[in-house]
C-alpha cells in the first residue's frame, strides 16, 4: 500500500480488498483477541440463578463493543446513501485546468457518490421536501478531489457565518424536537423573512425540485464559482454541473408523503436495486466557464452563492460522464465513514472568494474530527487517496499507519530533507495568485443585495403545473406555521418575487393578501423547467396488477413490451406468490395493495381478473384512483378497465384503454411512462 502506480477505475476497489475481513460463514467464532468460544448465549454467572460475574471477560467485550457502536450523525445530511463509481473526461479540458483527472478521455477515475437528505436525522425518512446532497469524491493520481454538490444549484444564504443560524432554525425545533425532516414549522420560515438572501432558494425548495422521483434523476450543482487553471497559470471561473442521463424528474408531493410512510427507504432502494440491477446510475458532469475580465459583466456579482449564472448565458459545456456502478459492501464503513470536504482539490482547481465557499473550507474537517473521532480520519480505508501519500502527520487517536523512520519534521538532514516539497511544475499544488487588498470589514458588497430578480427568474421559467405545485407547497409550508405574524412576514417578503403567485396562497393562509411587490424582473431560463429536461421509459418501474384468472394473453402481451424498452415491470395482485390465468398459466405476484399501492411505482397497468372478488375490486379501484391523482400513466384493459370507468375519472393524455395484446396499447403505455406525468388532469 502507498505505493505510486497507474490508477484506473478499478484502483480504489482493489485498495478497499485490501481491508474486507472474510465474511462469517463457517467460521469459528472468537473474541476481538482471536480466543476461541464454546458459549455465547450465557454470561458467566455463579450458579444457575446466581448473579454474573465481573470476570466474564467475553460478556464484557461484547457488551462494551455494542455500547460504543455508535458515532455522532452529520450535523446536517445525516441520512444519505452512496455508490461507487467511475468518471472519464471525454475531451481533454487542458486549455482551462491542469487537473490531471481531466486530461486523458482513456483514464477512468474511481469514485464514491453520496446522496443525502439535509434535514432529517439518519434514521428518516428518503422524500421529505428538501435539498438533497450529492458530493462525490473522485480518487484521482494526485490525490482526492471532492465536489461536494446539491440538487439544487444556490443556496439560502450568502455567508457562511449564517449557516448554524439556518440550520438551527430548519431543525427540529430545539424545546421538542418537532418536526422530523421538514421545513413546515415556524422557527425556518421566521428564519425565511428575517433573512431574504434566501428567497431565490425557497423558490426552488418549494418547487418539484425539492422531491425528485429518484437519485438517480436529479441534477447536482457544485453551487460556489470555482477556478479552472491551467499549466500557464491562466484561471477562468468555473461552475461544476451534473446532469442526469435519464432526465430529471420529481414526485408529486401527496405520494412523496405517502411514500414517507409505505417506503422510508424509497430513493436508497431505487438506487440499490438499480445498480444490482445493472442500471448503472449516469451523470454526465457538465462546465460553465467565465474569462476572469467577465466577472463583472452580470446583474448580479459572481461570487453569490444565492444566484445561478443562467444556462442561456453562459452555456453549460458537458465535458464528462460519471457511472455509478457498484453498491458498498458495508454501510457504516463506506457510506457513515466517508469524509467530504471541499477544500479537498487537485492541481488545476482553485477557489474564489465567494464568502459561503470560504467558510465550508473551514467547517468540513471540523466536523469530521468530532464525527469521526480524531485527525486519522483519512486512514479510514473509503477517505484514503489511491495515490501514495507521505507527510510528518503523525499518531493521534486510531492511527494505522506504522510509520517507520527516525525523523518526523521539516527540515531535516537525517533524511535528506524528505518528504520533500516539490515545485509546481513537478505537480505541487500552488494557489491562484489573485491580487486582494482591503480593510477588514464585516459587510457585504451591494452587488450582492439583489435578492430577489432571480427568484422572479425562477417561477418566471416554471410551467403552468410547476407554478402550481409551488403554490400549494407554499400553502402547506405555511398552513403548518402557527404564528400568523410569522405568515404575513413570508407573504409580505414573496410579494416581491410574484405578486400573483403570493396571492394566490396567501388566500389560503388567513392573512393579508399583499397588492403590491417591488420586483418586476421579466427574464426567465427554459433550463430551469423540468418540462424541458430528457424523457425515457428506462429503468422506470411499472407495476401490473393481476387476479386469479386473468388473461394471460394481454398480460404477457405487455410485460414483453415493457421489459424490451427498459422498464422494469413487476406483478401485484392481493397476496404474494403465484395467480392463475383462466388458461393455467401462472405469474408470481410480489407485491400486494398492502405492501405497496401505486405510489412505489411510475405507472400502473391494471388487468384484473375473472375471479376478482369484491375486496380486490375495491383496492384495484384505489389504486387506479391514486395513480390518476399522481398524474401517472394508467393502462387498463378486462376488468381494470371496467373499474376505471365505474369511477367515472376523466379519459385523456396518459390512460390507455383496450386491450393488452395490441401493439399500439404497448406502445401508448411506452410513450406515457417516458412522459412521466399527465399534469392536464391538475384541473380535474
Ligand atoms: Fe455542507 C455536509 C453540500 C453549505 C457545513 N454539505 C454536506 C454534505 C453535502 C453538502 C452534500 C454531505 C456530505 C456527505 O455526504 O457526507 N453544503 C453543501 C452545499 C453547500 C453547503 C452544496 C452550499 C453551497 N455546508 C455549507 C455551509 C457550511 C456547511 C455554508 C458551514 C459553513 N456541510 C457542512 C458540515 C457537513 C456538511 C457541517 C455535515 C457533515 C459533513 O459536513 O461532513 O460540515
Redesign the pocket.
Known amino acids: 500500500m502507498n505505493e505510486e502506480k497507474e490508477i484506473n477505475e478499478n484502483s480504489k476497489n482493489e485498495q478497499l480488498e485490501l481491508f474486507r475481513s472474510a465474511d462469517n460463514q463457517d467460521k469459528i467464532m472468537t473474541t476481538n483477541q482471536g480466543l476461541k468460544l464454546s458459549e455465547d448465549e450465557f454470561s458467566l454467572t455463579a450458579g444457575e440463578r446466581g448473579p454474573t460475574l465481573l470476570e466474564d471477560f467475553h460478556f464484557r467485550e461484547k457488551m462494551t463493543h455494542f455500547d460504543h457502536e455508535r458515532i455522532p450523525e452529520?450535523?446536517?445530511?445525516a441520512r444519505?446513501f452512496a455508490a461507487h463509481g467511475e468518471f472519464e473526461v471525454y475531451e481533454s479540458m487542458k486549455s482551462f485546468t491542469k487537473a490531471k483527472f481531466l486530461q486523458d478521455p482513456n483514464v477512468k477515475t474511481p469514485v464514491f457518490v453520496?446522496f443525502?437528505t439535509v434535514v432529517g436525522s439518519r434514521g428518516s425518512l428518503d422524500t421529505p421536501r428538501d435539498v438533497r446532497?450529492?458530493?462525490t469524491k473522485f480518487y484521482t493520481e494526485e490525490g482526492n478531489y471532492d465536489l461536494?454538490?446539491?440538487n439544487i444549484p444556490i443556496?439560502f444564504?450568502q455567508d457562511?457565518i449564517k449557516?448554524p443560524d439556518l440550520v438551527h432554525a430548519i431543525k427540529p425545533e430545539p424545546h421538542n424536537e418537532i418536526p422530523q425532516a421538514s421545513a413546515a414549522h415556524d422557527t425556518f420560515w421566521d428564519w425565511v423573512s428575517q433573512n431574504q438572501e434566501s428567497a431565490n432558494m425557497i423558490m426552488w425548495l418549494m418547487s418539484d425540485r425539492a422531491i425528485p422521483r429518484s437519485f438517480r434523476m436529479m441534477e447536482g450543482f457544485g453551487?460556489?464559482t470555482f477556478r479552472f487553471v491551467n499549466e500557464e497559470g491562466k484561471a477562468h471561473f468555473v461552475k461544476f454541473h451534473w446532469k442526469p442521463l435519464l432526465g430529471t424528474h420529481s414526485l408529486v408531493w401527496d405520494e412523496a408523503q405517502k411514500l414517507g410512510g409505505k417506503d422510508p427507504d424509497f430513493m436508497r432502494k431505487d438506487l440499490w436495486d438499480a445498480i444490482n440491477m445493472g442500471n448503472n446510475a449516469e451523470f454526465e458532469l457538465g462546465v460553465q466557464i467565465l474569462e476572469e475580465k467577465d466577472e463583472f459583466a452580470f446583474d448580479f456579482d459572481v461570487l453569490d452563492?444565492t444566484k445561478i449564472w443562467p444556462e442561456e448565458d453562459i452555456p453549460v459545456r458537458i465535458i464528462g460522464k460519471m457511472t455509478l456502478n457498484r453498491n458498498v459492501d458495508n454501510f457504516f464503513a463506506e457510506t457513515e465513514q466517508?469524509?467530504?470536504h471541499p477544500g479537498n482539490v487537485v492541481p488545476g482547481i482553485d477557489f474564489t472568494n465567494d464568502p459561503?465557499l470560504q467558510?465550508?473550507l473551514?467547517?468540513?474537517t471540523?466536523?469530521?474530527l468530532l464525527?469521526l473521532g480524531g485527525p486519522n480520519f483519512h486512514e479510514i480505508p473509503i477517505n484514503r487517496p489511491v495515490c501514495p501519500f507521505f507527510n510528518n502527520q503523525r499518531d493521534g487517536f486510531h492511527r494505522q499507519t506504522i510509520n517507520k523512520g527516525q525523523v518526523a519534521y521539516h527540515n531535516n538532514s537525517l533524511a535528506n530533507n524528505s518528504p520533500k516539497t516539490v515545485s509546481p511544475a513537478e505537480g505541487g499544488y500552488a494557489h491562484y495568485q489573485e491580487k486582494v487588498e482591503g480593510r477588514k470589514i464585516r459587510a457585504r458588497s451591494e452587488s450582492f443585495k439583489d435578492h430577489f430578480s432571480q427568484a422572479t427568474l425562477f417561477w418566471n421559467s416554471m410551467s403552468a403545473a410547476e407554478k402550481q405545485h409551488i403554490i400549494d407547497a407554499f400553502r402547506f409550508e405555511l398552513g403548518k406555521v402557527k404564528s400568523k405574524d410569522v405568515r404575513q412576514n413570508v407573504v409580505n417578503m414573496f410579494a416581491n418575487v410574484d405578486l400573483d403567485m403570493t396571492q394566490a396562497f396567501a388566500k389560503a393562509i388567513d392573512v393579508v393578501v399583499p397588492t403590491s411587490g417591488t420586483t418586476n424582473a421579466t427574464k426567465s431560463s427554459p433550463a430551469l423547467s423540468q418540462e424541458n429536461t430528457l424523457k425515457k421509459p428506462n429503468t422506470r418501474k411499472a407495476v401490473v396488477v393481476i387476479a386469479d384468472g386473468f388473461n394471460s394473453i394481454n398480460v404477457k402481451a405487455v410485460l414483453e413490451v415493457l421489459e424490451s424498452n427498459g422498464v422494469h415491470a413487476t406483478i401485484l395482485s392481493d397476496k404474494l406468490g403465484p395467480i392463475k390465468a383462466l388458461d393455467g398459466t401462472e405469474l408470481e405476484s410480489k407485491h400486494t395493495f398492502l405492501t405497496d399501492g401505486s405510489v412505489a411505482f411510475d405507472a400502473v397497468y391494471v388487468e384484473g381478473g375473472a375471479n376478482a372478488n369484491k375486496e380486490f375490486e375495491k383496492d384495484a379501484k384505489i389504486l387506479i384512483k391514486e395513480a390518476y391523482m399522481h398524474y401517472k400513466p394508467i393502462a387498463v384493459t378486462s376488468e381494470g378497465l371496467l373499474w376505471f370507468e365505474a369511477q367515472q375519472l376523466v379519459k385523456g393524455p396518459g390512460i390507455i384503454a383496450g386491450k393488452g395484446q395490441t401493439t399500439e396499447f404497448a406502445t401508448q403505455f411506452i410513450e406515457a411512462i417516458s412522459a412521466h406525468r399527465f399534469w392536464e388532469r391538475q384541473v380535474v
Open positions: 452529520r450535523v446536517v445530511h444519505g453520496r443525502s446532497g450529492f458530493a461536494v454538490a446539491n443556496f444564504i457562511g449557516f453551487v460556489h452563492a466517508v469524509a467530504f459561503l467558510t465550508r473551514f467547517s468540513y471540523d466536523t469530521q464525527r
